[in-house]
């Protein structure tokens, strides 16, 4: 059984991905400092607590484990925060990688799988955007993203240290069998959101802006199950595995979603009325974020199970009304 470490394995994505690593016969070392991640979303593997920014701790690990590859999940992902507060996110998302890829280099395990964004491509000039699409991220969290992506490409030439970096849209959904959810505070992503004021923890949601050049003037996003999000980190795990060339993929469904149709969908699910107020508009929303995952679709086999957005929001329903107050109970 193949150890991966997998650092940030205690949040959202992370910990589904440790749960899909276990029962794909994967042992799962899960490194988390839990500034926001939950120690009752580690349910599989080994936990260690600790950041990467402790070289002696990764020296440790690296030491005590024969680590076959890492996995990264653990960048600071609010955009507004990143604009604010731009040294927290320089030090933990780029400074903090650099220092486990060093200790990577340094005992020999040549194996990186990033969790990359679609943020590092800024404004959109073409829909639906290709991994071609230019990089010119419009803030901080988008910046220590690409950051990273460069970093990892000197790190190929000069130590071959091979990597794969999956640039995600909007990761949703839950764990199918109900386990795992999505717990953030603050909550940020729209699904969870809407859930929240389904369950009467909300008021209403709040539509920014319907004006937009779209369907129905709302912003349209991509929506991926995060179970989906799991299965093309295995896929690109086992590329690398089976000497093949690392890259970037971008990870979305290729199907847009604006927002007053995710309302209406989880109206649907729920069977709750969901009141909603539009209000102004958030300065650098783009009205279109949909990406083409044909690259992913053709070179890593990646086909998503949970394609239907109606799905997505139910397992997150599933999830969110077992779990009113998230892991706290």
């Known amino acids: ?16 991905m440790c749960k899909y690593l276990s029962r794909h016969d994967y042992h799962p070392i899960v490194l988390d400092n ?14 260690v607590r600790g950041s990467t920014s402790d070289s002696g701790l990764l020296r440790k690990l690296f030491a005590d484990y024969t680590i076959e590859a ?21 030090e933990n998302n780029v400074v903090n990688t650099l220092a486990l890829l060093e200790v990577m280099v340094e005992y020999r395990v040549s194996n990186f799988i990033f969790s990359s964004s679609c ?35 000197d790190f190929r030439g000069a130590y071959g240290l091979e990597s794969i970096s999956l640039r995600y ?20 992503h729209l699904i969870p959101l809407v859930l929240e004021t389904a369950l009467g923890k909300r008021p209403c949601i709040e539509i920014f802006g319907e ?12 929506y991926i199950h995060v179970e989906d999000l799991a299965q093309a980190h295995l896929l690109a795990l086992e590329r690398l595995f089976n000497g093949l060339p690392g890259g970037v993929y971008n990870l979305g469904n290729g199907d847009g979603y604006s927002v007053k149709e995710v309302v209406e969908i989880a109206r649907n699910v ?40 109606s799905t997505i929001v139910k397992t997150a329903w599933n999830w969110h009304k077992d779990n009113p107050n998230g892991y706290g109970g």
């Open 1 to 16: 059984m193949k150890s991966i470490l997998v650092v940030g394995g205690a949040g959202y994505i992370g910990s589904h």
């Open 34 to 47: 839990l500034v926001y991640g939950h120690r009752q979303a580690v349910k599989w593997g080994t936990f």
């Open 70 to 90: 890492v996995m990264h999940f653990a960048a600071f992902c609010y955009v507004g925060e990143s604009v604010t507060n731009p040294a927290k996110y320089y």
């Open 119 to 153: 943020a590092t491509y800024g404004e959109p000039v073409q829909i639906p955007i290709r991994e071609d699409h230019p990089q010119k991220p419009i803030n901080p969290y988008g910046k220590t993203k690409l950051m990273v992506e460069q970093i990892l490409e």
């Open 169 to 188: 849209f909007n990761a949703a959904g839950a764990d199918p069998d109900g386990e795992l959810g999505e717990d953030h505070d603050p909550e940020t």
């Open 211 to 222: 004006n937009y050049p779209t369907k129905d003037g709302t912003c349209v996003r991509d």
């Open 270 to 309: 729920t069977g709750k009325p969901i009141p909603a107020r539009v209000v102004e508009k958030r300065p650098g929303d783009p009205a279109v974020l949909v990406g083409s995952s044909e690259k992913a679709m053709d070179e890593l086999g990646w086909r998503p199970q949970f394609p239907d957005l």
